[in-house]
């Protein structure tokens, strides 16, 4: 899975080595915020030209990969 995600690039030296779009300074966590926003795919697109739709489903896999294995622990009140 993992090894499908050629677009997410990790480097010390770029955004303090976050998960970013194509080496860019655009990380994942920005895209997902957008989306989480209520951004629709297309508006982001216009709004960063930069990016493609592959970048963002992506970021999407990378995100869902990153979160699968983390086991939270939520007390209730």
Known sequence: MIEDLDRITINPQVCLGQPTIRGMRITVAFVL??????LSVQEILASYPELEEEDI??????AAWAVSDRIVSITSA
Not at 33 to 38: G, I, M, Y
């Open 33 to 38: 915020k957008l989306l989480a926003s209520q």
């Open 57 to 62: 489903r992506q970021a999407l896999r990378y």
